[in-house]
């Protein structure tokens, strides 16, 4: 029986070594309940397709995007640099991307998809020739489980064919959502990235009680499965000796051991330009795992398992 649930989904990455176990198939899922100022995936945030400029393509093509525009979004530049300018407040409001189609140099490109069930499990099919004996699917975001019966769906059918899945969360989400998909997760990886309140709440829009609720909840709730904390180390908002002391507490309150520490990169700035969206951390460098090895010291001191950046052993 086909089901008539979908799902949004932003990117596939059929060739992911760094989620779980083995060779994956990586799916990363629109809709997100936070607002990472730092944020790798901005393309992922909303719940609907998006348009992407890439302004450097924009250049030697008669401009038929205005033409095909139904709001009036799209006008020709006056000056050098890209051959149009969108009114992006004006873009909200499309639903066809019309534009999209008409450009053939490849500087509007589309971000999304709708997929039902089958077509996704289609992919995941297709890809688990190439995943070897220890490989799955792990899903991503956004916010995979802000789409819940769309991935509850998903999952039942993963379970059916014996298919491993990880899960990426942010963590903020009902404890429902979370219970509806743990029968069929053999991995959750959640972020912490702060224990401050009200730090966490500046960085990302919302407070941080859900997201270790959740996390004490899993840890105590006897699921046999593999809980991973992470932690996403941003330069000036959560890379103190402090707030590592804080979440090596927590952590040892949980009963968790693994906690991996991810290096600040600059890999979303490109995707906030071509989204007309300001990038707050254009002036911050690159982080190394080596850079991390002081707040890994702090858990280690502590009996904790630390791992910097893609160094997790599976």
């Not at 596939?12 to 779980?20: A, F, R």
């Not at 070897?132 to 769906?153: C, N, Y």
């Amino acid at each position: 029986m086909k089901s008539a649930e979908k799902g949004l989904i932003f990117d596939i990455q059929g060739y992911s070594v760094h989620d779980g176990p083995g060779t994956r198939t990586l799916i990363f899922f629109s809709g997100c309940p936070l607002r990472c100022k730092w944020c790798a995936n901005p393309e992922g945030l909303s719940m609907r397709v998006r348009r992407m400029v890439k302004t450097r393509f924009c250049k030697s093509c008669p401009r038929r995007c205005i033409a095909v525009c139904p709001h009036q979004a799209i006008r020709p530049s006056d000056g050098p640099g890209p051959l149009v300018v969108f009114e992006r407040p004006l873009c909200l409001a499309c639903t066809s991307r019309d534009c999209v189609s008409v450009c053939y140099t490849g500087a509007l490109q589309r971000s999304g998809r709708w997929y039902t069930v089958d077509e996704l499990m289609t992919v995941v099919r297709r890809d688990s020739n190439y995943w070897g004996s220890e490989g799955g699917i792990s899903l991503s975001g956004g916010e995979p489980l802000g789409q819940i019966a769309f991935v509850t769906q998903l999952l039942h059918r993963c379970s059916e064919s014996s298919i491993t899945v990880c899960v990426e969360t942010s963590g903020h989400v009902p404890k429902g959502n979370i219970q509806a998909v743990m029968p069929y997760v053999q991995w959750f990886f959640i972020d912490v990235k702060s224990m401050d309140s009200e730090r966490h709440r500046a960085g990302t829009g919302v407070g941080n009680e859900i997201i270790l609720r959740n996390i004490e909840w899993i840890a105590q709730s006897g699921w046999k499965g593999r809980l991973l904390l992470r932690m996403p180390v941003v330069p000036g908002f959560n890379d103190s000796l402090e707030n590592a002391q804080a979440t090596a507490g927590f952590m040892k309150h949980c009963g968790l051991n693994e906690i991996n520490l991810l290096p600040f990169h600059r890999l979303g700035a490109s995707k906030h330009e071509q989204l007309g969206m300001e990038y707050p951390f254009n002036d911050r460098h690159a982080m190394k795992p080596s850079d991390l090895l002081p707040l890994a010291a702090v858990y280690r001191n502590q009996g904790l398992n630390c791992y910097l950046g893609s160094s997790t052993p599976f």
